[in-house]
């Protein structure tokens, strides 16, 4: 039986156009969300099942990380097919069913969409590899013959993102010489050529199968990376391959705006609820005004904000970048968005107990201090309540409202990242912060997956205390404290507009004023700082509301 699209059911989500611009996006990370049929690996039956936990949480939409068929060489993001689920995850059926059943929850449903580069197994690829030098097939890749006597050296100096270079070598086909392949990233992940009307079309087609499917809208992978300079030049020698300067050949170049100029058209004639998110930097100096030029009113509706992300605990280097993104945004009409964590970063809870609590890149692997793990939790609960009186939209990861930590000891043979094995085993990767969270129970599988399942990654014992189950109702926990705030962000005037007044305010803290006196005080000095006396609390990051406010925490309350 086939199981009808959900547009229809749209409606009881609410035709609101504009909803994304204070939204709250739950990140679900499928494959380690909640896994229904027991194989280890999360899946769709497995969000549909957990649906009503997200809708009392108090979030506006979920965006699933990619869940089409893939050799999962990059955790998904080097796709197969993408007009397909993959097996592991469950079927169209199943997605079309998360959809209509999310938005009877009341919660729209993000996808992911990954168009720097497919799977090197989807079948384009593979016709490229058999087919001539420039063929068709291959001009939809970015193929280019070697440099030196026989070809033997890649075409320029590019550096994969994951270690080694950013070129791999194809056997002779057809005659020719052998040409070499780009690839950002994995070997596993050829970039297409976004100058090919071809690569165009199909995209084009793709967003319509899944609109017409019934999502509200997409992340969009590697938003800023697509158009590449035609020449190829070597990169300097000193360049800093992650961060897009003025020139740089294959971050940020001006041929990717058309390509989101078209896809807003594509989305407004569904409506102006779709929505897309591009995951576009970190952009390096002057990155907020660089990443406004994607947020044009007919471009991309929003895209994150990884300066807030990659931002130290520190009340200066923190109110600069919020500064430095309200301006710009405003600008072009967007809203700021505010990120704390994904599934590529350190989790926050463990960043913030570490000496140094920023990352130099957006990579997890930069920063291995130890962590003092209370020092980041207290940390982590007063960052949640700063970004959700922040104005705009906040992007919230799966597990960190049940305050879990990044797991650093998983044991070697077990890391999937493809980083661990192209960095010659010298980072670990993003596998940390991907294992599977914890519901219920005092043991693993958690409640993931049903008992005597073993989860993809290997849960730590002590996570017993961060389940769902262990946190639910007991109104010092992290999970009670993001469900007070988030039905406090809803239903509160003072946080429903946009405007964010700075108050004058002891060094090392924040203090903002948002609508209807509603005010927002973090303390990440060393000391004690007291709060007015004639006040209102609504919410506190730590457990008390005596005067003065530790370091570390931070208040929501009305009153001067
Ligand atoms: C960004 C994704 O978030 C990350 O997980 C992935 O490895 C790269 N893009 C490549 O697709």
């Not at 039905?487 to 609508?515: K, M, N, Q, Y």
Request: proline share 9%; hydrophobic share 40%; charged share 25%.
């Amino acid at each position: 039986m086939s199981i009808q699209p959900s547009r229809a059911s749209a409606a009881s989500v609410g035709q609101a156009p504009g909803w994304w611009r204070r939204a709250v996006v739950y990140q679900v990370y499928i494959r380690s969300f909640a896994d229904a049929n027991g194989d280890g690996v999360g899946d769709i039956a497995g969000i549909r099942s957990r649906l009503a936990y997200l809708r009392d949480l108090g979030v506006d939409a979920i965006w699933v990380n990619p869940w089409y068929p893939s050799p999962m060489v990059d955790g998904g993001y080097d796709v197969a097919d993408y007009r397909a689920i993959d097996p592991a995850y469950g079927t169209l059926d199943d997605a079309r069913l998360l959809i209509r059943e999310a938005h009877d929850h009341g919660l729209r449903v993000l996808g992911d969409i990954v168009p720097n580069h497919t799977s090197a197994e989807h079948p384009w690829f593979r016709e490229a590899v058999a087919s001539a030098p420039g063929s068709p097939a291959r001009e939809r890749y970015v193929f280019r013959d070697g440099r030196g006597p026989g070809g033997e050296e890649p075409p320029n100096n590019w550096p994969s993102v994951f270690g080694g270079p950013a070129w791999t070598r194809v056997a002779s086909a057809g005659g020719g010489p052998a040409q070499w392949y780009l690839h950002l990233f994995d070997p596993g992940q050829p970039d297409l050529n976004w100058e090919n009307g071809e690569v165009r079309a199909e995209f084009e087609a793709i967003l319509r199968f899944w609109f017409d499917l019934g999502l509200d809208g997409f992340r969009i992978d590697v938003a800023h990376g697509l158009a590449k300079d035609a020449t190829l030049p070597d990169l300097p020698p000193d360049a800093d391959p992650s961060v897009p300067e003025d020139d740089h050949p294959f971050w940020g170049q001006d041929g990717t705006h058309s390509v989101y100029r078209a896809w807003r058209r594509i989305a407004e004639a569904y409506g102006a609820d779709r929505v897309f998110i591009g995951e576009i930097g970190p952009m390096g100096p002057d990155g907020q005004a660089r990443l406004a030029r994607y947020l044009r009113p007919d471009e991309l509706h929003q895209a994150f904000n990884f300066d807030f992300l990659r931002a130290p605990w520190d009340a200066a280097k923190l109110r600069s970048v919020i500064d430095a993104t309200l301006a710009p945004l405003a600008e072009v009409g967007a809203p700021p968005t505010w990120v704390l964590s994904n599934h590529d970063v350190t989790r926050h809870a463990t960043r913030y107990g570490r000496p140094y609590s920023g990352l130099e890149a957006w990579e997890t692997w930069v920063e291995r201090q130890p962590a003092d793990r209370a020092l980041g939790l207290r940390r982590a609960r007063a960052a949640a309540l700063l970004m959700l009186a922040l104005p705009g939209a906040a992007y919230v990861y799966q597990g960190e409202e049940l305050g879990l930590g990044e797991v650093e000891d998983l044991p070697e043979e077990l890391l999937q990242d493809p980083t661990w094995e192209r960095s010659g085993h010298e980072w670990r990767g993003r596998d940390g912060c991907r294992v599977p969270i914890p519901w219920s129970g005092d043991a693993p599988p958690f409640g993931f997956g049903p008992s005597g399942c073993t989860p993809w990654l290997p849960q730590p014992a002590g996570w017993r205390g961060h389940t769902v189950e262990a946190q639910a109702d007991d109104r010092t926990s992290m999970l009670e404290l993001y469900r007070t705030a988030l039905r406090i962000r809803r239903t509160h005037p003072g946080l429903a507009g946009e405007e964010l007044t700075w108050l004058a305010s002891p060094p090392g803290t924040l203090v903002f004023e948002r609508g209807a006196g509603l005010r927002c005080a973090v303390n990440l000095s060393g000391a004690a700082v007291p709060l007015p006396t004639a006040r209102t609390t609504l919410l506190r990051s730590d457990a008390g509301d005596e005067d003065p406010l530790p370091p570390d925490a931070a208040a929501w309350y009305v009153g001067r």
